[in-house]
């Protein structure tokens, strides 16, 4: 019998479940006295603004902040798209029980329109059942979670030279509550973030609801596409409220089979917060997520419209291919950024 779940709707509850599994292992360490001395340019690169989202380290054991903070530092990175468990662990949150090395590889599995076997279907009833616990716990923590906590993460990152772009917390979903949002919203405020980020809800009350709540905080709010992704996916959010905009995945949009990538930046920019960064084949290629330089994403001529046009916006390493034998998430974020480097000259 087929899945009924659909692909958005699952799109929808993994992301969620991903977003809000990036918390603390129990092997954390205590923060050493960091020094800033990656420079005063750090990762921008002749005016651009080279980012990286911390699900990049998702395969590392350790998620707590003081672990992630030195991920970020090794890397060479001064520029961050933070996911929610390092601050939310900082913060006091209850521990999440999701196994993430066992959920994302059916995720993408998923991703790419596969049937899931029953062995995987059991996982994901299991996960779902634990994640629903899990929802109750932290709903009732953020209600009086210590938004200075938040302040003192933020004021720790920025000594150590690490700037808070993006905040993106399990909190701003379908499934969240208003509460969840206004939390969400003023932790990114703390944190001293310019924006957070979501998967698109597919939903236009959703969308309005979370622009009009942004804007009370002076903050935006950037929506996440996958293969989804079409010059008119934003469209509607755009035109709900000031503070919706796009936080663009590059290598997904040439996976949904668009032609017009470079163009479609140079229409939008001014509603991009945020832009994801990985390199995919094409749809008719079979849209592979691969290292970077070896698929169909025109990466460097993105990176060099974001110069010469003086862009503002954050190019966010996401590194999401398949880690090679003997390498490590980090020496390949080092990769992505060096490739960054070489494109920009």
Request: glycine share 8%; charged share 25%; aromatic share 8%.
């Amino acid at each position: 019998m087929k899945n009924k779940t659909t692909r958005r709707q699952f799109i929808g509850t993994a992301s969620a479940l991903v977003a809000g599994s990036m918390l603390a292992s129990h092997e954390t360490f205590g923060l050493p006295n960091f020094i800033n001395n990656i420079g005063k340019a750090g990762s921008t690169i002749k005016g651009v603004k080279i980012g990286l989202i911390t699900y990049s380290f998702r395969d590392l054991p350790d998620q707590s902040a003081e672990a992630t903070l030195d991920y970020i530092r090794q890397c060479g990175i001064t520029n961050i798209e933070l996911m929610g468990g390092p601050a939310e662990s900082f913060a006091g949150a209850p521990k999440n029980p999701i196994n993430l090395g066992i959920l994302i590889p059916i995720w993408q599995k998923r991703q790419k329109q596969q049937e899931l076997t029953d062995e995987e279907k059991k996982i994901m009833a299991d996960v779902e059942a634990k994640n629903k616990i899990y929802r109750e716990e932290i709903a009732k923590w953020r209600l009086s979670a210590p938004i200075s906590k938040f302040e003192e993460f933020g004021k720790m990152y920025k000594k150590a030279g690490v700037d808070i772009y993006a905040f993106k917390p399990d909190a701003f979903g379908m499934q969240n509550s208003d509460a969840d949002i206004d939390y969400g919203l003023r932790a990114a405020k703390a944190l001293g973030a310019s924006h957070v980020t979501l998967e698109h809800p597919g939903n236009d009350a959703h969308t309005l609801k979370l622009g009009k709540a942004a804007e009370k905080y002076g903050l935006k709010v950037g929506y996440h596409g996958h293969e989804q992704q079409t010059p008119t996916f934003w469209d509607t959010a755009l035109s709900q409220s000031p503070a919706n905009a796009l936080n663009l995945d590059f290598g997904h949009y040439i996976a949904a089979g668009n032609s017009n990538a470079l163009d479609f930046v140079k229409e939008k920019n001014k509603h991009i917060v945020s832009m994801h960064m990985k390199d995919r084949k094409s749809k008719a290629n079979g849209g592979d997520n691969l290292p970077w330089g070896t698929g169909d994403t025109p990466l460097a001529d993105v990176l060099k419209l974001m110069r010469d046009n003086k862009y503002t916006f954050p190019a966010t390493i996401e590194f999401e291919y398949k880690t090679p034998e003997g390498s490590t998430p980090i020496e390949e974020v080092k990769k992505c950024l060096e490739f960054c480097k070489r494109a920009l000259g």
